[in-house]
T-cell receptor
Framework: AQKITQTQPGMFVQEKEAVTLDCTYD???????LFWYKQPSSGEMIFLIY??????QNATEGRYSLNFQKARKSANLVISASQLGDSAMYFC????????????FGQGTELSVKP | KAGVTQTPRYLIKTRGQQVTLSCSPI?????VSWYQQTPGQGLQFLFE???????NKGNFPGRFSGRQFSNSRSEMNVSTLELGDSALYLC??????????????FGPGTRLTVL
């Protein structure tokens, strides 16, 4: 069975500093994809970054980067230069190779950025 | 380009009633997935539709059903509502069934409250 684990229910970071949100996963699939989403208090899920299991380089999207360590089955999200608008819930998710549109989500990490 | 739209945004029903939620995907997207989000269970996959066919189904009772129309719009129906069905229901669309970095774009959600 596939599983995503986010062990940090809540995190605090000072504005302009970098923060790492942890995500570990478990799957027996050889091909899979890992996603990070941001959910502000409005409820909408905002796609941040994607990493494929066969991608050799870590994914980056602006201030977001994904620290992918395949052997350790971890896919941590790094946010550089935190902004007040980054305060939100962050979800790590996985799509298995044969799962089509089904995403398995972790429990989320609530990030608070302090001024 | 308009994003994913969901109607209604808020809904209050009583136990035993039924409810229908609607989702209009991004223009050109043919795959629609539904998720239920609750504080206790987190984000859980309900079902996925592509070309009017259900491709994948999560572990929910038969009271939860859905369909997709020829214009890719999708509806989900919950019959005989229970208090535990109170949740944020999120719809996500993608060009095709999720594969590779084919990301899912989420709508703002429908918040259902069952009294």
């Amino acid at each position: 069975a596939q599983k995503i684990t986010q062990t940090q229910p809540g995190m605090f970071v000072q504005e302009k500093e970098a923060v790492t949100l942890d995500c570990t996963y478990d799957t027996s699939d050889q091909s899979y994809g890992l996603f990070w989403y941001k959910q502000p208090s409005s409820g909408e899920m905002i796609f941040l970054i994607y990493q494929g299991s066969y991608d050799e380089q870590n994914a980056t999207e602006g201030r977001y980067s994904l620290n992918f360590q395949k052997a350790r089955k971890s896919a941590n999200l790094v946010i550089s230069a935190s902004q007040l608008g980054d305060s939100a819930m962050y979800f790590c998710a996985m799509r298995g190779g044969n799962q089509g549109g089904k995403l398995i989500f972790g429990q989320g990490t609530e990030l608070s950025v302090k001024p | 380009k308009a994003g994913v739209t969901q109607t209604p945004r808020y809904l209050i029903k009583t136990r035993g009633q039924q409810v229908t939620l609607s989702c209009s995907p991004i223009s050109g997207h043919r795959s629609v997935s539904w998720y239920q989000q609750t504080p206790g269970q987190g984000l859980q996959f309900l079902f996925e539709y592509f070309s009017e066919t259900q491709r994948n189904k999560g572990n929910f009772p038969g009271r939860f059903s859905g369909r997709q129309f020829s214009n890719s719009r999708s509806e989900m129906n919950v019959s005989t509502l229970e208090l535990g069905d109170s949740a944020l229901y999120l719809c996500a669309s993608s060009l095709a069934p999720l594969a590779g970095d084919n990301e899912q774009f989420f709508g703002p959600g429908t918040r259902l409250t069952v009294l």
